[in-house]
């Protein structure tokens, strides 16, 4: 028994040793030089492997940027410091772009919403999209988290029926804009902390929109009048992201909404 | 009959009727996890039937001259004790073949990064995850276990290279079906997983009409 176990050590410790020799060698002998800068590179990304930029993960991101010239603004989580260690590292430069945001279109939460029969069904966005009559808008948030559970930072609750986004957490990677079946969420170039939005998704006439909501835009063109920059088509209102800048004021138009449905998201 | 005769059936046996994924249940996590598309499925299969063949023509030497009763270190150890020790080692054939497939993985991963960079990458992340498919291990234990394999290095390096392009044969099988199954209307409740394992059983069902052909 006790010269078995003993045996049984002493084999195993030999192939642990041989094992160890033989990889040690192949490790030095096959060693792979990862050119200086790629290594830097590698060093400087964030690590989330979150995918925001479109590639696999941070590895490939930074082999990217070495091998193809990938821009180095595309992390979302490092954001502009990440992005000028990139520009530093490749030697090139970095213009500061502007983070782009999530934005939830719509305003209304579960009090605002209307024809709104008890739901007894899978408790998902995926799935409560596919039936008819959950609530009266057949465009507004339904309100069962599924942005909140593709977010991988904690930035985006459910707060009395709809979904509201946490920019002080939110790094702009766009995975709630993907989970979201009634494709509601936006990502928007944030040219200051607070940005104006129309928060309605609907396109049905003012009519319908108002038997199945307290706050949805009819589109009334009132915000088109007063400022050029609201266009209306669809009965509903959107900004032209273009040509926002950081000083646009458009504080006349969502005081005279009639629907109050023009609102600050951000910081 | 002839050699050659042999290896078709055990290649035939293996790759087919007695195929790892669909009759024997192994590795079924790589079947189900990586048969998405095609031509990752067909990466996997690959890396799989290149690890299996090298892991297993490495565990038959290992069980050759190491393990079974009467193999030199068995009769080594005898020797230097004096009297007979022990009859055999295959007390620790799991754990060696564990062993010896983990470090073959890592080895043939540095030999593949520095020599065949394109077939580094186009492995990626599939080649490390290999050392914990189940398939590798099953077709390893099978050679220790079959006295046809076990007395031939030709017969279990066939057995093992087989085995691999059985389990890529799988997986291309399904990867295909499940591309398909994309476009597909299929109940709501049943989409995702539910379908794609209802599928890999009646591919199991098509595949146990094999049953009995040849050896």
Known sequence: MIPTIILAVCVMLALAGVFAVLLGWANVRWHV???????????????????????????????AVFHDGAPPDKCPVGGSAVAERIAEIMGIEHVAGVPSRPVVLCGADFDARLKRPEYRGEPTCAAAVMVAGVQGCTFGCLGFSDCVVACKFDAIHIVNGLAVVDYEKCVGCGACVRACPRNIIQMVPFQADAMTVVACSNLDPGKVVRSVCTVGCIGCGICAKLDDIFTVADNNASIDYDRYQADTDLSTSIEKCPRKIIRYAGK | MGVVTDILFIALATAVINNLVLINFVGICPFLGVSRRIDTAFGMGCAVTFVITIAGSATWLISHFALVPGSALVNAVNSIAGSKVVEDMLFLQYIIFIFVIAGMVQLVEMYVRRFAPALYKALGVFLPLITTNCAILFACLTIAKSPELTGNFLFALVYSFFGGIGFTLAIVLMAGIREELDNADIPEPLKGPGITLITAGLMALAFMGFKGMAG
């Open chain 1, 33 to 63: 030089d990862v050119p200086a800068k790629l290594q830097h590179l590698m060093d400087a990304m964030p690590g989330a492997n979150c995918g925001g930029c479109g590639y696999v993960g941070c590895h490939e991101y930074a082999e």
